[in-house]
């Protein structure tokens, strides 16, 4: 079978996949980078948000790290790479500022939280304790490894949240901590939607949509 041959069926199978998926996707909850200057930390996680059914990524990249078009970015071989292709299905948004990325996310509806541990003068809470169906439209803030979230991003935020973790080291990589706590949301926010068609338990579906892909399912 030649390329021009094989091209409409894997057209047919990502559509197949795209419609199958789409049920499954989490609304209104965002994944926020703020100040990424590693892009194979960036194609980690932009990895688990496609894996975990995250709607999108915004980045706040100050020192212009990335470039403004994100078409250039998804043909770098280290973002593609580490993403393992996702960098291609998910949504990305570029800001120059907190402050914008706040503003954006404040004007279109969206309450903030941040991953962070022993914030003073700040809700703080277990990962496992925060009930994340609450907001309706959530966006979910990761700070760099070295430096964690800015200041100023805890200070806007409703509250943080940190993995509860029982060694001698109180950290994990970005990759690995961007997957645990979306996990988490993700579960939480796919199990409320299967049941209600909007917020606030209102509009109670008949039949409870299924929250997970049957094991089965011809991927």
Request: aromatic letters at 8%; hydrophobic letters at 35%.
């Amino acid at each position: 079978m030649t390329d021009d041959e094989k091209k409409p069926l894997k057209q047919a199978r990502i559509r197949k996949r795209a419609d199958a998926i789409k049920p499954f996707r989490c609304k209104h909850t965002i994944a926020v980078l703020e100040c990424p200057r590693d892009t194979i930390n960036l194609g980690t996680v932009i990895r688990n948000v496609d894996a975990l059914g995250v709607e999108k990524v915004y980045v706040v990249d100050p020192e212009n790290h990335l470039p403004d078009d994100w078409e250039e970015l998804r043909s770098r071989r280290a973002v593609h790479k580490t993403s393992a292709s996702a960098v291609k299905w998910i949504f990305v948004k570029r800001f120059d500022s907190t402050s914008d990325c706040y503003a954006h996310l404040k004007q279109n509806g969206y309450r903030s939280v941040v991953t962070s541990p022993h914030q003073k003068n700040k809700k703080s809470l277990y990962l496992d304790e925060v009930d994340f169906t609450q907001y309706s439209k959530l966006a979910i803030w990761f700070g760099t490894e070295g430096s964690g979230i800015t200041e100023e991003a805890v200070a806007k935020a409703e509250l943080c949240v940190a993995i509860p973790m029982f060694g001698m080291i109180e950290s994990l990589n970005l990759g690995t901590s961007s997957g645990i706590v979306l996990y988490e949301v993700t579960k939480q926010r796919r199990t409320y939607q299967s049941r209600f068609k909007r917020k606030n338990n209102q509009g109670r579906r008949q039949t409870p949509m299924p929250t997970v892909m049957p094991m089965t399912e011809d991927r």
